[in-house]
């Protein structure tokens, strides 16, 4: 059984703040790791995607992956409260088409 | 362009009717997926199909779930004899077919089973 792990929360950050979200796979093999925004009563929105081990910058949003750890995290700089939402963190086997497992998603909450 | 489109956005229907749940996916997209959400959980995989035909069916849980996707763009799933543990919010994502395929959510389907 594939498994993804992440603390449910709540994670409370204050504004401006760096929010780090974090996530572990059971899975050794798996290729492909992204996490999805999901504003309460709505679907997930996918904000960032990483392939390679090592550090994506996208904005205010950074993807780590440590692949040999089995680790890939999500940092948010400068929060803002528009950022409190559930970030879900998935991954796949390959890099084409497949199946994702998701973990259960991290809320977080930013504080004015 | 328009995003993955599904309906109804809300169905309610009552224990042992059958449902049809529709996916129109992002134009180009030959993969698409079908998940399911519980509250407090994350989504969890049901099926996939590349074009016309199901690549991976190993999510659906039992015989009274079943999609289609007869022509390689609309897909519906199929929920027979429904019950009460059915009720969850049904999400559809779609894809490109190779390379880096990230998956596109559509708003989702909350079916309530009474």
């Known amino acids: 059984q594939k498994e993804v792990e992440q603390n449910s929360g709540p994670l409370s950050v204050p504004e401006g703040a760096i929010a780090s979200l974090n996530c572990t796979y059971s899975?050794?093999?798996?290729?492909?790791f992204f996490w999805y925004r999901q504003y309460s009563g709505k679907s997930p929105e996918l904000i960032m995607s990483?392939?390679?081990?090592g550090d994506k910058e996208d904005g205010r949003f950074t993807a780590q992956l440590n692949k040999a750890s089995q680790y890939v995290s999500l940092l948010i700089r400068d929060s803002q409260p528009s950022d409190s939402a559930t970030y879900l963190c998935?991954?796949?086997?390959?890099?084409?088409?497949?199946?994702?497992?998701f973990g259960q998603g991290t809320r977080l909450t930013i504080n004015p | 362009g328009a995003g993955v489109s599904q309906t109804p956005s809300n169905k309610v229907t009552e224990k042992g009717k059958y449902v049809e749940l529709r996916c129109d996916p992002i134009?180009?997209?030959?993969?698409l997926y079908w998940y399911r959400q519980s509250l407090g959980q994350g989504p969890e995989f049901l099926i996939y199909?590349?074009?016309?035909?199901?690549?991976?069916d190993s999510g659906l849980p039992n015989d009274r779930f079943f999609a289609v996707r007869p022509e390689g763009s609309v897909s519906t799933l199929k929920i027979q004899r429904t019950e009460r543990g059915d009720s969850a919010v049904y999400l559809c994502?779609?894809?490109?077919?190779?390379?880096?395929?990230?998956?596109?959510f559509g708003p989702g389907t909350r079916l309530t089973v009474l």
């Open positions: 134009s180009g997209h030959t993969a």
């Open positions: 998935a991954v796949g086997e390959i890099q084409g088409a497949q199946k994702l497992v």
């Open positions: 994502a779609s894809s490109r077919a190779g390379g880096r395929s990230e998956q596109f």
């Open positions: 899975d050794r093999v798996s290729q492909s």
């Open positions: 990483i392939y390679s081990n």
């Open positions: 199909f590349q074009g016309t035909g199901a690549a991976d």
